[in-house]
């Protein structure tokens, strides 16, 4: 993980998780292509994150300190900038600034809708079928308040499918709007409904806890684990035991007997997790997205990955065909649509979180919830060794050279270092002086070792990375010895450049003799005007003279 990134942790919700609940593991949130254009800085200052669109072109992003950003394509107005721009430079939305987001959703239009802590529902973007709940077909280039049917609700939750939209209300109500060509807003028929309506039916008098949207069709889930779902059925992404579509919810028998504590939606499948850790798919399996070995569609829930250990987390997104779960002991499978490939059976990776799964093999490689980032005093492995590199309180062993001191740590040297190895294995004890005495090498080059050995990275100017060149060959530290051989090649100048064919020449460099070499060729009437070249001495010169000869550098 690159230094200061994010990372985002996890806690367990009462109920259900809905997207914004946090994932166990850390992730980095560069693995997005757009976050790796923000600088250290703006990565530090993230506090909530989603990677969105047809071709995961877009994003928002949420600070520690309520502001709002977004980033990317801007198709259809869905940035909320008040303009159809792209932008390869983060921007900031006013509008929602100070607002704390408990939840984000967005369709394939793309359209967004935003919660915010204090119960507001904010929409925008594409509006083709009123997805933004606002009463009209015109494209939303600025967020602005949903309130229509909302008086006095506090919005928790918010769904998008591919152009309807969901809301739950803090009290447990259910609210759909937008397109309906399939019944996917729950009203009984297949109008579009321009504003939000609550969705009434079985769920009246329920306490609704989690929403889900399929590209067409909706889910829900209610407090004593029932699970009901309405829209579009051609793949029996309903679960109902059949295929056709329901204008109204309709409870999902097949899960009868059973708590379901998650439930998500896929572009036409759905994944239920029960509270015992069981997970339960159903719908479309044209790329292996229900993990059951087949690409057969299923119109009723059938139990996946049976043999493996307790599940805790369950992941998919309206816009992919890809699955993913996490086991009790961090394990994450991966199935479904893989980068153009169809795994037909939870495939184990070596990921720690879901998340990653989106990242690197969903297509379009979204984010399939709004991700949250913690900030907190846990540093990796590799950051606390970096972090106790020359660090006096935790150090059992100095280096002195040149009259200054390097505190280091034996096991370290010992772990990252043969020579260390074979010098504390035959020389040292516990009795000895635990200060060493470096005479052969400078204090620069030599503290820029021990760091390399803390953090596999060397900062040194070309000129001093001759002398690192030449402990990394005494050494035998061979990838060091590349490592300085690039800093040597990037810092190569006209009037370095021969004391750098020297130094190559003289630590058996071979590739960076070449280079440099061909430089000075390149260059040869600069360079034989520089002190470097006529301080060299004179079998050298007469070496480099033939050589350069040999090459018809002196030919007119």
């Not at 297509?363 to 846990?378: A, G, I, K, Q």
């Not at 021969?498 to 590739?511: C, G, V």
């Amino acid at each position: 993980m690159a230094e200061g990134a994010p990372v985002l942790k996890s806690d367990s919700f009462k109920g259900v998780p809905d997207q914004t609940s946090f994932a166990v593991a850390m992730v980095d949130v560069s693995k997005w292509p757009l976050f790796a254009l923000l600088s250290a800085e703006e990565l530090a200052m993230l506090r909530q994150a989603c990677v969105f669109g047809t071709s995961a072109n877009e994003a928002i992003y949420i600070t520690h300190g309520n502001e709002v950003f977004v980033i990317g394509v801007n198709c259809s107005g869905c940035l909320g900038t008040g303009d159809s721009l792209s932008t390869i430079v983060p921007k900031k939305l006013d509008f929602l600034r100070g607002k704390k987001v408990i939840s984000l959703s967005y369709g394939s239009g793309p359209h967004v809708l935003l919660a915010t802590e204090d119960g507001q529902m904010f929409a925008w973007g594409h509006n083709g079928y009123s997805q933004l709940g606002n009463g009209s077909t015109n494209q939303g280039l600025c967020p602005v308040l949903v309130t229509a049917n909302l008086q006095n609700k506090k919005v928790k939750e918010v769904a998008c499918g591919s152009h309807h939209s969901m809301a739950l209300t803090q009290d447990g109500e259910v609210f759909a709007w937008g397109y309906n060509n399939c019944g996917q807003i729950g009203s009984g028929s297949t109008a579009n409904q321009p504003y939000p309506r609550k969705v009434t039916g079985c769920l009246q008098g329920k306490n609704a806890v989690g929403i889900t949207c399929g590209q067409t069709s909706s889910m829900t889930l209610v407090d004593n684990g029932e699970v009901y779902g309405w829209g579009y059925n051609g793949n029996g992404q309903l679960g109902v035991g059949n295929n056709g579509n329901q204008l109204t919810p309709c409870r999902l028998t097949g899960l009868q007997g059973m708590c379901i504590q998650q439930i998500v939606s896929g572009y036409s499948h759905c994944l239920a997790l029960t509270d015992e850790g069981l997970l339960y798919a159903w719908g479309a399996n044209t790329y292996g997205q229900l993990g059951t070995g087949n690409k057969t569609n299923q119109l009723s829930p059938v139990q996946i990955m049976s043999d493996k250990e307790r599940i805790v987390e369950v992941a998919a997104c309206h816009s992919t065909h890809t699955s993913a779960a996490k086991t009790q002991s961090g394990q994450v499978y991966m199935w479904g649509q893989c980068r153009g490939q169809s795994i037909v059976l939870p495939l184990l990776t070596h990921f720690t979180n879901t998340d990653d799964v989106f990242a690197c093999f969903a297509t379009p490689s979204v984010m399939w919830r709004l991700m949250s980032m913690e900030h907190d005093d846990f540093l990796t492995v590799a950051e606390a060794l970096r972090k106790e590199f020359d660090s006096p309180e935790t150090a059992d062993l100095k280096f002195s050279v040149d009259g200054k001191c390097i505190h280091v740590h034996k096991a370290v040297l010992k772990i990252r270092c043969e020579h260390f190895r074979s010098m504390f294995r035959s020389q040292w004890t516990e009795d000895q002086q635990e200060v060493i005495e470096i005479g052969q090498f400078s204090y620069p080059v030599y503290r820029s070792f021990l760091q390399f050995l803390y953090t596999d990275t060397v900062d040194l100017p070309p000129e001093d990375a001759i002398g690192l060149l030449d402990l990394a060959t005494s050494y035998c530290e061979n990838r060091l010895k590349r490592l300085c051989q690039q800093i040597i090649k990037r810092g190569i100048t006209v009037e370095n450049a021969f004391t750098l064919l020297s130094a190559a020449i003289r630590y058996d460099a071979e590739d960076l003799e070449e280079f440099c070499f061909r430089f000075c060729v390149n260059h040869l009437t600069q360079v034989t005007q520089t002190g470097a070249f006529w301080q060299v001495d004179g079998a050298m010169l007469k070496e480099f003279i033939s050589r350069a000869s040999r090459c018809g550098a002196f030919k007119n």
